[in-house]
């Protein structure tokens, strides 16, 4: 009985740690067709996303992060809470974006093209990135 106890007490302790990974896909690795890593460091993240027309990315998860769009088109945005929003980029647009979980979807008839820098460490504190 006192076997089964920890054993239940284990899975239901690691459980948040499998639930937060499930929904914090890194966006270069479940979307590695369209998406790249082009730097990295303590501090930033730079990644290089193309989206043809029609294509779908797999959900993932960003810190706080810019966009910088080099070539504008119509998306439509799926969050994690289930909302559907469509909207429209338009080349030389720079938008910040807080922490977010979504998948998106080129729904245009161009490529979209946008460099998105995602930040790291506690943004705006003043606190350094965490080791």
Do not use: C
Not at 56 to 78: C, D, F, M, T, W
Not at 85 to 90: I, Q
Not at 102 to 127: F, R, S, Y
């Amino acid at each position: 009985m006192r076997n089964r106890t920890l054993t239940i007490f284990a899975i239901t302790a690691a459980l948040p740690i499998f639930v937060t990974r499930a929904f914090a896909q890194d966006p270069a690795v479940v979307n590695s067709k369209t998406i790249q890593v082009k730097f990295e460091n303590e501090r930033v993240r730079v990644l290089e996303a193309i989206l043809p027309p029609g294509v779908k990315e797999q959900v993932h998860s960003h810190p706080a992060y810019v966009i910088y769009v080099l070539e504008g088109g119509r998306y439509r945005n799926y969050a994690s809470d289930g909302k559907v929003t469509e909207g429209e980029l338009k080349t030389g647009d720079v938008l910040y974006r807080d922490p977010l979980t979504h998948a998106a979807e080129n729904i245009g008839d161009k490529p979209l093209h946008m460099i998105l820098v995602e930040l790291k460490g506690e943004v705006g504190t003043g606190t350094p990135p965490r080791p």
